[in-house]
């Protein structure tokens, strides 16, 4: 089944403690994306990937770290979580460089920074 | 950068009403996609429409790329129709831009 696996579904942390978000899509996406989504604020991009080894910051990278060492997976890596990055994340994936097909989203990581 | 607003805000239908959704942009776009989060927070894409219009079963969209805005209608709506819907653009870079969100409520 075509798909993009985010893990962990949810996640509660303590300030300071690295972690990481993993992703990863069985479709041979060149794209890949993380978000995040506030309550009031809709979805923010936080880093994107043309394609591996190429990345770009969103308009949130603050705090955030990204990787495209190979085409499947995309993690998302907070070096020194706070709580203002206490989020539901999500990763999303689709065919092309240029963006001009749809969008597939992973389910989804709540976190919660202590 | 270019700037999203989408409205209702929110909004509550009857079962089996139909219902306009819209969304306005502020600049050329070559990506527009519609995008459903249901109650459970899945996010499911509904169209890629940067123009023309299109038609899923009682979904359709249209976008009107000379005057910056595109519309989701819903018709015979379905209480499972019930979340969030968002548009989000993009203008030929990576960057994707999410509007704030439609919130609908469909009652029984």
């Known amino acids: 089944e075509a798909q993009v696996t985010q893990n962990p579904r949810y996640l509660i942390t303590v300030t300071g403690k690295k972690l990481t978000v993993t992703c990863s899509q069985n479709?041979?996406?060149?794209?890949m994306s993380w978000y995040r989504q506030d309550p009031g604020l809709g979805l923010r991009q936080i880093y994107y990937?043309?394609?591996?080894?190429?990345?770009d910051k969103g308009d949130v990278p603050e705090g955030y770290k990204v990787s495209r060492k190979e085409k499947r997976n995309f993690p998302l890596i907070l070096e020194s979580p706070s709580p203002n990055q206490t989020s539901l994340y999500f990763c999303?994936?689709?065919?092309?460089?240029?963006?001009?097909?749809?969008?597939?989203f992973g389910s989804g990581t709540q976190l919660s920074v202590l | 950068g270019i700037q999203v607003e989408q409205s209702p805000p929110d909004l509550i239908l009857q079962e089996g009403a139909n219902s306009t959704l819209r969304c306005n942009f502020s600049?050329?776009?070559?990506?527009l996609q519609w995008f459903h989060q249901n109650p459970w927070g899945q996010l499911i894409n509904l169209f890629y429409?940067?123009?023309g219009t299109k038609q899923n079963g009682r979904l359709s969209a249209t976008t009107v790329a000379t005057e910056r805005y595109s519309l989701l209608y819903i018709s015979s709506s379905q209480t499972t129709d019930s979340g969030v819907y968002f548009c989000?653009?993009?203008?030929?870079?990576?960057?994707?831009?999410f509007g704030q969100g439609t919130t609908l409520q469909v009652k029984p």
């Open positions: 999303a994936s689709s065919s092309t460089t240029a963006v001009n097909e749809k969008l597939f």
């Open positions: 479709m041979n996406h060149e794209y």
């Open positions: 990937s043309m394609n591996v080894e190429v990345t």
């Open positions: 600049d050329s776009v070559n990506n």
């Open positions: 429409i940067p123009s």
């Open positions: 989000a653009v993009s203008s030929n870079t990576g960057k994707l831009i």
